[in-house]
Every structure is written in C-alpha cells, then in structure tokens.
T-cell receptor, first 111, second 114 residues
Framework: LAKTTQPISMDSYEGQEVNITCSHN???????ITWYQQFPSQGPRFIIQ???TKVTNEVASLFIPADRKSSTLSLPRVSLSDTAVYYC????????????FGSGTQLTVLP | NAGVTQTPKFQVLKTGQSMTLQCAQD?????MSWYRQDPGMGLRLIHY???????DQGEVPNGYNVSRSTTEDFPLRLLSAAPSQTSVYFC?????????????FGQGTRLTVV
C-alpha cells in the first residue's frame, strides 16, 4: 500500500478556502485516493474519492495532477465546525478491509 | 437507517478480564472490519471479514478474536485484556466488489484496561 505524507496541522479562519495536500509518491496504477474526516470522539467519515483530475461534491473538491503523486483536498469557505482531523488514504479500494490511515492533518478553524 | 452500531460506548476492564465488543450494521454490507485508534495516531486494522464465515487478520491482530456468523454482526473478543489494549475501537463496513466505494464507521468504543 502506498504511503502518504500530509502536514501534521493547519490553521485557518472562518470563510477561507483551505487546501490540504497529500503526497503519495508510490501510488500504484489501480490505486484510488480517498479522504476521510474525523471529529473528536467520532468515527471517520468519508469525504471524497478520486482517481485522476478533479472530483467535486457538495462538501469538497479533490485535485489530482496527471502524475498522481500528490493530491489536494480543497474545502471552500470553512466554518468552525470543519475543525477536525483529515486523513488521506491511497489504495485499490475504499472498502472497509483495506484502509491504511496515517496520522492525518489536524485542521483548526479560528473565528 | 441506523448504519453501523457499536456497543458499549465506554468500558473499563481489569487486566486479565475478557469481553466482547459488539458491532452491527443494517446496510447489508459484505465487508466489515475492526480498527483501533491510539492517542494522536491514525486507525490500525485489527481483523476484517469479507462475508459471513470468512475472517482474516489485519495489522495488529494479537490478543483479539473475531467471528462472522451473520452478515449483520461482527463481534470483537478480547481474550485476556492488557493495559496495551487501552484504546478506542472502531467498527467499519462497506460494500464488496466495487473499486470506488466508501466505508462507514461506528461511533467507537472507548476501552480502558487497568
């Protein structure tokens, strides 16, 4: 499974756009990139998943360059409730049996 | 639709005691798994199952047993609790056979072994 590297922590202010970059230099051809969000005392929650280029849903966008060695999670106009740990995962599937979590990025949104 | 339900939410055990953490899902997911999360760390896979009657070990299986007699339930048994098993335990489930899928997690069980 490809190893991922992401910043340990980030601070932002309410209303700003936040971009969290994840490095995955050894990503394999069949690997997908998946992001999860975890609030304190809760289980992780799926945010977005992609294979290449750009994916957008109602909460975030995921940008993946052509070489797929990194990816960027973009959260538009964050609020205090977006304060959480964000995990970048790489693997052939997002299924429950193959998730490899790193340490994640602690995002703190300030008023 | 309850999703993934874990019980209990909190538990304190004495060293050497045994117990079972319960996990149930109502989404008819084939895949189920157990993770543990230690302070400041990501989740680590303990055991997983790809269907009823089929289980396998993950990254940190020692000290834990699992069984999958039904699609809905995937209990995790601690055979003889040790302080090193103090952690938060999460159960997850997902569909099988889809490359692009997501996992659903329970709310977690916070276990303290004294």
């Amino acid at each position: 499974l490809a190893k991922t590297t992401q910043p340990i922590s980030m601070d932002s202010y309410e209303g700003q756009e936040v971009n969290i970059t994840c490095s995955h230099n050894n990503i394999a051809t069949n690997d997908y990139i998946t992001w999860y969000q975890q609030f304190p005392s809760q289980g992780p929650r799926f945010i977005i998943q992609g294979y290449k280029t750009k994916v957008t849903n109602e909460v975030a966008s995921l940008f993946i360059p052509a070489d797929r060695k990194s990816s960027t999670l973009s959260l538009p106009r964050v609020s205090l409730s977006d304060t959480a740990v964000y995990y970048c995962l790489v693997g052939v599937s997002g299924s429950a049996r193959q998730l490899t979590f790193g340490s994640g990025t602690q995002l703190t949104v300030l008023p | 639709n309850a999703g993934v339900t874990q019980t209990p939410k909190f538990q304190v055990l004495k060293t050497g005691q045994s117990m079972t953490l319960q996990c149930a899902q109502d989404m008819n997911h084939e895949y189920m798994s157990w993770y543990r999360q230690d302070p400041g760390m990501g989740l680590r896979l303990i055991h997983y199952s790809v269907g009823a009657g089929i289980t396998d070990q993950g990254e940190v299986p020692n000290g834990y047993n699992v069984s999958r007699s039904t699609t809905e339930d995937f209990p995790l048994r601690l055979l003889s609790a040790a302080p090193s098993q103090t952690s938060v335990y999460f159960c997850a489930s997902s569909y099988r056979g889809r490359l692009n899928t997501e996992a659903f997690f329970g709310q977690g069980t916070r276990l303290t072994v004294v």
